[in-house]
């Protein structure tokens, strides 16, 4: 088993600032300055009130995993050597969930609310992709 190698993710104006802020190695979110709703994948509107008065955070990078499973096959160049590995929803502090790795501890060991935090992989230099560890 070895660490996965994410592909580069496509970066578009409207996931810009959470890629740019995930290469410091910062978990950003969004915020509706109009409804104080919180969200997650970055997008131009909100979710919720459907303002376009987004603005940007930085998470805590805390969080609990939510749901999980072992990924015990994956023919995906970049994943196939790095089975088996968890796929996990995770639910940060602020309240909102995504979707990532669960690294740093055996996959047999991940449970459900267990406590976590993020953990950056840096591809080239050039952009991290957020995952998570036992905290």
């Not at 609990?64 to 968890?86: C, E």
């Not at 935090?117 to 560890?133: H, Y």
């Amino acid at each position: 088993m070895s660490e996965i190698e994410h592909p580069k993710p496509g970066i578009d104006w409207e996931t810009r600032a959470y890629w740019e802020g995930a290469k410091r190695h910062e978990l950003i979110l969004q915020r509706c300055s109009s409804c104080a709703a919180i969200q997650h994948r970055p997008r131009a509107l909100c979710v919720s009130c459907f303002a376009d008065t987004i603005e940007y955070f930085r998470a805590s990078g805390r969080g609990s995993v939510y749901s999980y499973t072992i990924t015990h096959q994956n023919q995906s160049p970049g994943f196939r050597n790095a089975t088996p590995y968890v796929l996990a929803w995770v639910e940060l502090e602020e309240g909102v969930r995504l979707l990532s790795n669960i690294v740093g501890c055996s996959p047999d060991k991940v449970r459900i609310g267990m406590p976590i935090e993020v953990d950056f992989a840096d591809i080239d230099g050039e952009v991290a992709i957020p995952r998570f560890r036992p905290r």
